[in-house]
């Protein structure tokens, strides 16, 4: 990583998303609909990319398939692990980075990701690693956060107190179906959109922001960053809890995502 140009931004990725975990819960429904919308069947080589606590990689490999997974997070990759040895499942976990995949080109059935490989600093060298390791005819699947929806927009909220660094696309972007069309480009047939929405209990918009601030990699770096200007701490909190409240009800919040799978060429 020591020729990577963001090789700071991914250590600071590594760390801040090291304290996910406790949100894997409302995680897993949705992990089974992207195995689902994926058509992940028993026997078939998958890859989960962004891999987090393994969530997806778990579904996959219950319903029978071969599985590997990859996270930049050590942390979360052993909390894989213990999953897997209660399930009582083999999955090969790995330490890796979506930009630079440890393994030979046309390899697996199936490449997904949930909510993984869009936080990527360069989407043209994330999606050409997916797809090159992705035998041809394979199937590529991913959940991301659409831009228009509330995690699209908390995700510019804290772009506009903390900017990325120079030549970082913005996330939510990978939610536009005419963004990810064109970075599938003519490398994949078949493309299929899905909408569906996490359904993330909380007992106020004030909780919810409380639980990410300490376990949603983006808003701790920022909660960090702004811990010494308290009125730009405050500034944000409000915004964002402004932001949940237009999503909650019933003491849920409600998060649109979009699923897209298409076929290797």
């Keep these: 990583m020591s020729n990577d140009p963001f090789a700071q931004l991914k250590a600071m990725q590594r760390e801040g998303w090291s304290l996910f975990a406790p949100l894997e819960a409302v995680t897993t429904a949705t992990a089974a609909e992207l195995v689902k919308h994926a058509r992940i069947r028993a026997g078939q080589s998958v890859l989960d990319v962004g891999c987090g606590t393994g969530v997806v990689a778990l579904t996959a490999a219950r319903a029978g398939a071969k599985v590997h997974a990859l996270d930049l997070s ?7 692990r213990q999953h897997a040895a209660l399930a009582e499942v083999e999955i090969d976990f790995r330490e890796g980075d979506v930009e630079a995949l440890p393994f030979e080109s046309a390899t697996f059935d199936v490449v997904v990701s949930q909510f993984g490989h869009m936080f990527a600093p360069r989407p043209d060298v994330a999606m050409a690693e997916m797809l090159r390791v992705l035998k041809p005819g394979g199937t590529i699947a991913f959940s991301t956060w ?3 929806h509330y995690v699209g927009q908390m995700f510019a909220l804290v772009g506009k107190f903390v900017p990325p660094p120079a030549g970082v696309a913005p996330p939510p972007q990978w939610g536009d179906p005419q963004v990810v069309r064109q970075r599938l480009g003519d490398a994949v047939t078949d493309i299929v959109f899905d909408r569906a929405v996490m359904l993330f209990p909380a007992l106020s918009p004030q909780h919810y922001r409380k639980g990410i601030e300490e ?3 983006p808003v701790v770096k920022l909660v960090a960053a702004l811990k010494d200007e308290p009125a730009q701490l405050a500034a944000f909190r409000a915004e964002l ?4 409240a237009r ?8 998060q649109h995502y979009l699923m897209t799978r298409a076929t290797k060429t």
């Design 74 to 80: 050590p942390v979360l990759i052993e909390h894989g």
């Design 247 to 254: 999503y909650f009800e019933h003491n849920v919040v409600r």
């Design 241 to 244: 809890d402004g932001f949940v």
């Design 146 to 148: 659409p831009p228009e």
């Design 215 to 217: 376990t949603l990699g």
